[in-house]
């Protein structure tokens, strides 16, 4: 049992004692749990001894910080499963479960783990019952009879850092809160990007049949016409027959341009031979262009890939090649396709002017940033190596699969 100088807590704490009361009666302690303000630090004291209770929880109470009172081992317990405290006053010397077997009951459980523990003990207490303390989880050890001013310092010490640790913990949940925010917010963004995608893909692929088969058929049926309309002119009608050649390389302009604008659109090589055989038509026709020497290395077997992914490097092999005719001033470029540990691996380098880490990195980059998009919504990764004045190297890793 805690012999406290009760005389001494009390003519301490006198001030907060109503006027009138008798204060060299005993005082029956108040109800064991009070309402706690928002957010107040808890601090649990346990005795056997209802007027050291009664004392320490005058001595304690203050604005900010309430007292839980419990008269056993097994009550602070309890009291443990519903709050959390600043710290925890425990008198060593109780009936039933002492303080030292309360201690190491409280370090048992993950939640109170980390509270301070501060041992209550008579001047009469050896060495080995101290040590015998700190081992059970104590923190500190005060001699009775208490000094208050003492005890009220190190108690506010506890206080202080319980608050500080609170509002710590709650800038991380907030801060953890707005991340996982934040990350759903660019994770919706990316899907709705990657549907758009999708759906433009789908736009393009539709118009360009569109232009191949209606206005690609009606050019060839006017062709026909106009050769049955040739074949009919008489002989002597040269500046007919002239007309109908002019109007023959019309038509076949024309039909030039719709095949490029159909391929622009979605070239058939990429649905009907493969992403390989697509990298191959897109670097020929960048080099005619151009004038960019393009040299291309594609595997020998075939690549298996699925149209969502093949869409996705071939649009991202176009962009490259756009950024270098723009930008590069390269009069070079190398392209190798190639299958690498369960992925698709596509490195274009460029002797070209280089790019800075920099102008790589920026927001205002957004074909950078659409190539990156494409590739992470499959699982895939860009990294770009440049170089002021040797080149730029664009190396694309897909996954051949679902990711």
Same mark, same amino acid.
């Given at each position: 049992?805690?012999?406290?100088?009760?005389?001494?807590?009390?003519?301490?704490?006198?001030?907060?004692?109503?006027?009138?009361?008798?204060?060299?009666?005993?005082?029956?302690?108040?109800?064991?749990?009070?309402?706690?303000?928002?957010?107040?630090?808890?601090?649990?004291?346990?005795?056997?001894?209802?007027?050291?209770?009664?004392?320490?929880?005058?001595?304690?109470?203050?604005?900010?910080?309430?007292?839980?009172?419990?008269?056993?081992? @097994? +009550?602070? #317990? %309890? !009291? =443990?499963?519903?709050?959390?405290?600043? /710290?925890?006053?425990?008198?060593?010397?109780?009936?039933?479960?002492?303080?030292?077997?309360?201690?190491?009951?409280?370090?048992?459980?993950?939640?109170?783990?980390?509270?301070?523990?501060?041992?209550?003990?008579?001047?009469?207490?050896?060495?080995?019952?101290?040590?015998?303390?700190?081992?059970?989880?104590?923190?500190?050890?005060?001699?009775?009879?208490?000094?208050?001013?003492?005890?009220?310092?190190?108690?506010?010490?506890?206080?202080?850092?319980?608050?500080?640790?609170?509002?710590?913990?709650?800038?991380?949940?907030?801060?953890?809160?707005?991340?996982?925010?934040?990350?759903?917010? @660019? +994770?919706? #963004? %990316? !899907? =709705?990007?990657?549907?758009?995608?999708? /759906?433009?893909?789908?736009?393009?692929?539709?118009?360009?049949?569109?232009?191949?088969?209606?206005?690609?058929?009606?050019?060839?049926?006017?062709?026909?016409?106009?050769?049955?309309?040739?074949?009919?002119?008489?002989?002597?009608?040269?500046?007919?027959?002239?007309?109908?050649?002019?109007?023959?390389?019309?038509?076949?302009?024309?039909?030039?341009?719709?095949?490029?604008?159909?391929?622009?659109?979605?070239?058939?090589?990429?649905?009907?031979?493969?992403?390989?055989?697509?990298?191959?038509?897109?670097?020929?026709?960048?080099?005619?262009?151009?004038?960019?020497?393009?040299?291309?290395?594609?595997?020998?077997?075939?690549?298996?890939?699925?149209?969502?992914?093949?869409?996705?490097?071939?649009?991202?092999?176009?962009?490259?090649?756009?950024?270098?005719?723009?930008?590069?001033?390269?009069?070079?470029?190398?392209?190798?396709?190639?299958?690498?540990?369960?992925?698709?691996?596509?490195?274009?380098?460029?002797?070209?002017?280089?790019?800075?880490?920099?102008?790589?990195?920026?927001?205002?980059?957004?074909?950078?940033?659409?190539?990156?998009?494409?590739?992470?919504?499959?699982?895939?990764?860009?990294?770009?190596?440049?170089?002021?004045?040797?080149?730029?190297?664009?190396?694309?890793?897909?996954?051949?699969?679902?990711?």
């Amino acid at each position: 049992m805690m012999d406290l100088n009760l005389g001494q807590l009390v003519a301490f704490t006198a001030p907060l004692a109503p006027a009138g009361r008798d204060m060299t009666r005993p005082v029956r302690p108040r109800s064991r749990e009070p309402v706690a303000a928002p957010d107040a630090a808890k601090i649990l004291v346990v005795d056997d001894d209802s007027r050291s209770l009664t004392a320490m929880r005058a001595l304690l109470e203050a604005p900010g910080q309430n007292v839980v009172l419990a008269d056993s081992g @097994e +009550e602070a #317990l %309890r !009291a =443990l499963l519903k709050d959390d405290f600043a /710290v925890i006053l425990l008198d060593a010397r109780m009936p039933g479960l002492d303080g030292f077997e309360t201690a190491r009951l409280i370090r048992q459980r993950q939640k109170s783990r980390q509270t301070p523990i501060i041992f209550l003990t008579g001047a009469y207490e050896d060495v080995s019952s101290m040590f015998r303390g700190y081992e059970a989880g104590a923190v500190d050890y005060i001699v009775k009879p208490l000094v208050p001013e003492v005890l009220k310092s190190k108690i506010s010490v506890f206080v202080e850092l319980y608050n500080k640790n609170a509002v710590l913990t709650r800038e991380i949940a907030e801060r953890r809160l707005a991340e996982e925010h934040l990350r759903e917010s @660019e +994770e919706n #963004l %990316r !899907a =709705l990007a990657a549907h758009l995608e999708s /759906v433009r893909e789908e736009e393009r692929t539709r118009i360009a049949r569109e232009i191949h088969d209606e206005l690609g058929q009606s050019l060839t049926g006017l062709k026909m016409d106009l050769t049955w309309l040739t074949s009919r002119l008489p002989g002597n009608q040269k500046q007919l027959i002239e007309k109908t050649e002019s109007i023959f390389g019309l038509i076949d302009e024309t039909i030039r341009s719709v095949r490029r604008i159909a391929s622009g659109l979605r070239p058939e090589v990429l649905d009907q031979l493969g992403i390989a055989a697509a990298i191959g038509w897109q670097a020929k026709d960048f080099q005619k262009r151009t004038g960019i020497r393009c040299k291309v290395g594609l595997p020998r077997d075939a690549l298996a890939l699925e149209q969502e992914r093949a869409t996705a490097v071939f649009r991202i092999f176009q962009e490259v090649l756009t950024n270098v005719a723009r930008h590069a001033n390269a009069t070079k470029v190398v392209v190798d396709l190639r299958r690498e540990d369960g992925e698709l691996a596509l490195e274009v380098a460029d002797n070209g002017k280089g790019f800075v880490h920099a102008e790589i990195d920026s927001s205002k980059s957004l074909g950078l940033l659409g190539m990156r998009e494409r590739a992470a919504a499959l699982g895939g990764k860009i990294t770009i190596d440049g170089e002021r004045g040797r080149g730029t190297r664009v190396m694309v890793s897909i996954p051949l699969g679902p990711a």
